[in-house]
């Protein structure tokens, strides 16, 4: 132990951060021994790199940004709509598609403890988590086709033990459990903005999950990947936890990306306001892209083509289609990483919680949508809002739980 606790000297002296042994003395045997192999674990040279990197400004020079052609579903006929559902419908009866939920994130936003998955809704007449509303979402499909989807969930160390003991407890909504995989994904330490990573207890630092973007080496790396090439699936829907109406088997986009000959796909929603401040598709140096927020003037989001359809409103709503060789060539591929700034508690010099009211930590991330740009085109959907897009985000936007909960009940008296 004494030899370790050299080496983390070293290393803490090295990198400025020697307030994560100041309680050491205070620590029992196994927890020092615990905050030890944690710090040893920490690749502090990456995170670093990371923070210096995420200060220094982006540039995005006009003329890399082009428009991504979209199709509206809106604009597709009965008779079509039903012409490409039927290959979406073919792939599912022959067993060969899979479910993503991403469900690793913190919910920082939320403010809720416990994954967001395990957030209940209070309707009218019932309540429901969200987990169950995902599950209810692939049974309809189930019993539609007369199959068993594979659903994966991809979770964090922070969350995995609570995810699946909500699964068990709830006997997994009758969703056959065989056909329920969970699986982890990449986590980094929590850096505050003066460049210190932070306590959570006196005896832990305080890592978070690494970005929905890691996905993809996550089931590379615990084998989900190989796994669907033995059970021959051809193509995965991937979508978040937090979208209560987000349609996690969709014959339709299925069947318009698989007929069309695209590898992958992603549904968006119009963006109303021109600078509202959402990200937007976009082609950057021709590859399928996403243009931040910050990059979007007024002329640019009131842009059309000839026939005065929008160019840049088409705004990201998680929702994506992959077939198995894009899921591989990127897996194999380090996607780049983004600053989010979040809310995180911490264990201040006093070794007191502290428990912010507002962001105080960067958190770095990898976004699924980064992996577009390794690919040619894309086909992108605009989809109807109002019947795909429920999220749930905070208490303070208009992703609040009760918009998404009133969006839910319109759609479903709607639908009945
Ligand atoms: P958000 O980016 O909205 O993050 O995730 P969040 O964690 O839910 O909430 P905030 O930002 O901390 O308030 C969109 C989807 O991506 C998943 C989330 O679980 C959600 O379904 N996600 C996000 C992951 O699976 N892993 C991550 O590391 C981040």
Redesign the pocket.
């Known amino acids: 132990m004494i030899n370790k606790l050299q080496k983390v000297n070293d290393i803490l002296e090295k990198y400025n951060q020697e307030h994560l042994i100041q309680f050491y003395d205070e620590l029992d045997d196994t927890q020092k021994e615990n905050l030890l192999n944690q710090i040893l674990s920490i690749d502090f040279e990456k995170i670093f790199t990371l923070y210096d990197n995420s200060m220094k400004t982006e540039y995005i020079l006009s003329n890399e940004v082009s428009p991504l052609e979209y199709f509206v579903k809106d604009n597709f006929s009965a008779e079509d709509i039903k012409f490409y559902s039927s290959f979406g419908e073919d792939l599912i009866k022959s067993g060969s598609f899979a479910v993503v939920t991403?469900?690793?994130?913190?919910?920082?936003?939320?403010g809720y403890k416990g994954p967001?998955g395990t957030y209940i809704l209070s309707f009218e007449n019932t309540k429901k988590s969200l987990f169950q509303i995902m599950c209810e979402d692939i049974k309809r499909a189930n019993e539609k086709f007369n199959v068993t989807i594979p659903w994966y969930i991809?979770t964090?160390d922070e969350n995995d033990a609570k995810t699946k003991a909500f699964f068990e407890k709830n006997n997994f909504w009758g969703y056959p459990k065989e056909s329920v995989k969970f699986f982890t994904?990449g986590k980094l330490p929590i850096i505050s903005v003066d460049k210190k990573l932070i306590l959570q207890d006196i005896f832990s630092i305080k890592e978070?999950?690494?970005?929905?973007g890691?996905?993809f080496s996550a089931m590379k790396k615990h084998g989900i990947l190989d796994e669907m090439k033995e059970n021959n699936i051809k193509w995965v829907s991937f979508g978040?936890?937090?979208n209560i109406l987000l349609q996690n088997v969709d014959t339709f986009f299925l069947g318009l990306a698989i007929n069309k000959n695209y590898s992958i796909a992603s549904k968006s929603i119009f963006k109303k306001e021109p600078l509202e401040k959402t990200a937007v598709y976009c082609r950057k140096f021709e590859k399928p892209s996403i243009l931040d927020y910050d990059f979007i003037d007024l002329d640019l989001s009131m842009s059309c083509d000839n026939a005065g359809n929008y160019l840049y409103r088409d705004a990201n709503m998680?929702s994506h289609l992959m077939n198995i060789e894009a899921i591989e060539k990127i897996s194999n591929t380090k996607l780049r990483y983004h600053r989010?700034f979040?809310k995180n508690a911490f264990i201040n010099s006093e070794g007191v919680k502290q428990v912010p009211d507002k962001p105080n930590t960067f958190k770095f991330?990898k976004f699924i949508f980064d992996a577009f740009s390794y690919f040619d085109d894309m086909l992108l959907l605009r989809v109807d809002e109002n019947k795909e897009f429920a999220p749930i985000?905070?208490f303070t936007s208009i992703y609040n739980p009760f918009t998404a909960m009133q969006k839910y009940e319109d759609y479903w008296n709607l639908d009945k």
């Open positions: 991403m469900a690793g994130g913190q919910g920082t936003r939320l967001k991809m964090s994904q978070g999950s690494n970005g929905n890691d996905v978040g936890i937090d998680l989010a979040k991330e985000k905070d």
